[in-house]
C-alpha cells in the first residue's frame, strides 16, 4: 500500500536503493556469488520471456528456458565456454520442438530466441567478472556507464523534450535524452577508465566505447519496448517496483555486454 502511494520515481529510486547494493556486492565478491546473482536473474527473465511469448503458467518452455541458460551459464563459469555455448544453442533448438510439441507453431521464433536472448547477456557478464585482475572494474564500470545512461536519458529527456524517436515503439524516449545518455556515458566511461582501470585505456577510445555502449544500451531497451508491445504487457512483471521485470532492469546489458566481451576476447587474441 505505502508503496502504491508513491510516484514511479520514487519507486524506481527506493528499488534501485535496495538492489543495486545486492548487485554490487554479488558482483564484487565474485565467484559463487555472482553466479549464484545471476542464475536467479536468468530463471527469472526465463519466467517473463515464456510467460509472455510461450505459455501463461510455468511449464515446459519455462524449465526448458530456464535449465539451458543455467547449465551454460554454469559451464563458462568453469570455463568450458564453448561447451556452454553449444548448450545454449541445444536449448534454442529444443525449444523449437518444445513450440510444436505446444502447439505454438506461430511463436516458433520467440521459441528459438528466448534461450538466446537471455543467456548470452548473462554468459557475457560472467566472463567479463572473470577476467583476471581487472574482471570487477570492466563489469562493475559496464552496470555504472549503462546507470548513467539511463539516468542521463530520464532527466534530460524530461527536462528539453523535443521530438521522439519512436513513438510508436517508446513514447517517451527523445533525441535529447539520447544525447543526454550518450553525454552521461561517455563521462563515466572516462571516470572509471581513470579511477578504476589506472588510466590503462586510451582516453579517445573510453569516450568513444561509452557512446556505443549508451546507443546499444538505448536499442536493447528499444527491443525489450517492442516486444512488450508486440504481446501487449506494459512490463515483464511486477517483481520490482517501479521498474518491472528482471528484463526491464537488465535490458541495458543484452547488447552491451555481449559487445564488450567480444571487443576484449578480440583485443586479447582470443578470436
Not at 538466446?116 to 548473462?122: S, W
Not at 546499444?216 to 501487449?232: C, M, N, P, T, Y
Amino acid at each position: 500500500m505505502l508503496l502504491s502511494s508513491l510516484t514511479s520515481l520514487q519507486q524506481r529510486v527506493i528499488s534501485a536503493l535496495v538492489l543495486a547494493p545486492i548487485a554490487i556486492a554479488t558482483l564484487y565478491f565474485g565467484g559463487v556469488y555472482f553466479l549464484l546473482f545471476l542464475i536467479g536473474a536468468a530463471a527469472i527473465m526465463a519466467y517473463e520471456w515464456c510467460h509472455a511469448s510461450l505459455e501463461k503458467s510455468p511449464g515446459l518452455a519455462t524449465l526448458l528456458t530456464g535449465a539451458s541458460v543455467v547449465i551454460a551459464l554454469f559451464l563458462v563459469q568453469k570455463g568450458y565456454f564453448l561447451q556452454g555455448i553449444i548448450v545454449l544453442v541445444s536449448g534454442a533448438v529444443l525449444m523449437v520442438v518444445a513450440a510444436i510439441f505446444l502447439k505454438k507453431t506461430d511463436r516458433m521464433i520467440w521459441a528459438l530466441t528466448g534461450p538466446l536472448c537471455i543467456g548470452l547477456p548473462v554468459i557475457a557478464l560472467i566472463m567479463l567478472r572473470g577476467i583476471p585482475d581487472a574482471g570487477f572494474a570492466v563489469a562493475f564500470g559496464l552496470f555504472l556507464v549503462i546507470w548513467a545512461t539511463d539516468i542521463g536519458a530520464y532527466f534530460s529527456g524530461k527536462s528539453i523534450g523535443g521530438p521522439k524517436i519512436a513513438p510508436s515503439i517508446s513514447p517517451n524516449k527523445t533525441w535529447a535524452g539520447l544525447i543526454g545518455g550518450i553525454i552521461s556515458a561517455m563521462i563515466v566511461a572516462y571516470l572509471v577508465n581513470r579511477y578504476l582501470m589506472g588510466g590503462q585505456a586510451a582516453t579517445i577510445g573510453v569516450l568513444g566505447l561509452g557512446a556505443i555502449c549508451a546507443i546499444l544500451a538505448q536499442v536493447g531497451d528499444f527491443a525489450e519496448s517492442a516486444w512488450k508491445r508486440h504481446f501487449g504487457i506494459k512490463d515483464a512483471s511486477n517483481l520490482i517496483p517501479g521498474h518491472g521485470g528482471v528484463m526491464d532492469r537488465l535490458d541495458g546489458v543484452f547488447l552491451t555486454a555481449p559487445m564488450l566481451m567480444v571487443i576484449i576476447m578480440i583485443v586479447n587474441g582470443v578470436w
